[in-house]
């Protein structure tokens, strides 16, 4: 359940009729819904309640400052992948206690700032990565509480380009080797070891390949503790799915991902973390583009937008599909016709859906893209120097720019041209 409704026939973010944001930010833009991001971080919260736990809203969903100070105010935690997430989480007011560093990559320099600033724990991924954190946090005088990512050869049946827990995948440690590796970590000043951590992949839909893997660290955390290690906290990771298409069955309810938690690692005694992101992010926004032009094709016309695969890559990058309606409601009796949606951008991958059924648009039209809220401006660039759009927040009856659109000037002074040249 979302907060984008039609209301007297024009669609709304919560109660801000969303021609009111185009007509004063102008368009393309996101627009996000404190109520639906503050309902799908408390589904969650609730779903593992009673355990002790902390939802760590995986920022690289959505990373604008408001955002994650919506969440942070709720007593989320953040999970970075990035010293520029990491400074994010701080700027939006969230305690470094309250702050997981993941990724595959950490830097000695991303290490020292988050050791600097305090941080919860990081999930280690490799041995190299293990002995760096060691050293770098020694030469701080420091300890740095740990999980290892174990890799647990479980497939989450999702793209390939966002399944991560199988044992080709670049993520984590094999689990077979998990003894070896824990080993070792305790052995290393810098590092105090306290937990482990699973990822396995994005957008999952079906709950079986999470507990094949919760069951898979739930032997691992017998069998840690057996070789001596404390292990208090399992950091879960995130990946449960959302509707992307409203006519699909749903994928799996946070309440039902909770009850296999506690069924799957609830008698462990462990603090449970998890780091969802998208089920939180995802639905909570929405892209609005306005039509450029109607042309016609070849058996069906093209509707040309001013949003282009830039500002919201997902359909080309993984062929993704996000409902498009217009924001203004149609009449229930109009026919449908079929339309190729595209950006102006000189690619032919710059289209977002083919052959979609909508009702009939004209040039200046508005639309929604659902769903854009996860994995949206986040990850939109300025290709064809077309600018990033504005975000927008919308809290009950108001809204504000919560980052706002570059002008020309400021996209092309980034640029410098050598004295030389
Ligand atoms: N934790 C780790 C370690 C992750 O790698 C990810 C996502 C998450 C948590 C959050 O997963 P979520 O709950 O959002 O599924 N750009 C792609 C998705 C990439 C996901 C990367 N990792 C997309 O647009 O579908």
């Known amino acids: 359940m979302d907060h984008f409704l039609y209301r007297n026939g024009a669609l709304h973010a919560e109660d801000v009729a969303l021609a009111d944001i185009a007509a004063t930010v102008g368009t393309p833009f996101y627009c996000y819904s404190t109520a639906t991001l503050t309902r799908h971080y408390h589904l969650f919260t609730e779903a593992l309640s009673p355990l002790p736990h902390m939802v760590c809203f995986a920022i690289k969903s959505l990373s604008n400052l408001a955002v994650l100070k919506t969440l942070g105010d ?88 966002i399944a991560t827990g199988k044992k080709e995948n670049k993520f984590g440690i094999p689990i077979a080797r998990a003894s070896e590796v824990y080993a070792e970590a305790a052995r290393l000043p810098g590092l105090e070891v306290i937990g482990i951590d699973v990822h396995i992949g994005s957008q999952l839909t079906e709950l079986e390949p999470f507990e094949q893997a919760y069951l898979k660290v739930a032997d691992l955390t017998h069998r840690l503790r057996a070789e ?114 595209v950006g102006p951008v000189c690619e032919t991958g710059d289209t977002f859906a083919k052959a979609r059924p909508l009702p009939p648009l004209a040039e200046g039209d508005l639309v929604a893209f659902r769903s854009a809220g996860a994995y949206g401006a986040v990850m939109a660039s300025e290709y064809n120097t077309r600018p990033l759009i504005p975000e927008v927040l919308v809290k009950g009856d108001h809204f504000a720019v919560i980052r706002a659109r570059p002008t020309f000037d400021e996209i092309l002074n980034r640029d410098t041209i050598p004295e030389w040249l």
């Open 74 to 161: 709720l007593g989320a935690g953040m999970d970075v992948v990035s010293g520029g997430e990491y400074l994010r989480a701080k700027a939006a007011g969230v305690p470094g206690s309250r702050i997981v560093f993941s990724g595959v990559g950490k830097t000695r320099e991303e290490m020292r700032l988050a050791l600097g600033g305090g941080i919860r724990q990081f999930n280690v991924e490799s041995e190299p990565e293990m002995r760096a954190l060691s050293e770098v946090a020694s030469s701080m005088g420091v300890i740095a509480p740990i999980t290892v990512r174990v890799n647990p050869d479980v497939d989450a049946r999702t793209h390939e380009k």
């Open 228 to 341: 001596g290690h404390d292990i208090r906290r399992l950091d879960l990771g995130g990946g449960l799915g959302i509707p992307y298409e409203r006519s699909n069955s749903a994928p799996p309810l946070p309440l039902e991902y909770g009850a296999l938690i506690k069924r799957t690692v609830g008698d462990l005694g462990c603090e449970i973390e998890i780091e969802p992101g998208r089920l939180i992010s995802g639905n909570a926004g929405i892209l609005v583009s306005r039509v450029i032009y109607v042309k016609e094709g070849e058996g069906r016309d093209f509707l040309i937008l001013d949003a282009a695969m830039n500002d919201l890559v997902r359909p080309s990058m993984y062929g993704a599909h996000h409902d498009i309606v217009p924001v203004v409601e149609p009449e229930p009796a109009i026919e449908a016709q079929p339309y190729d949606v």
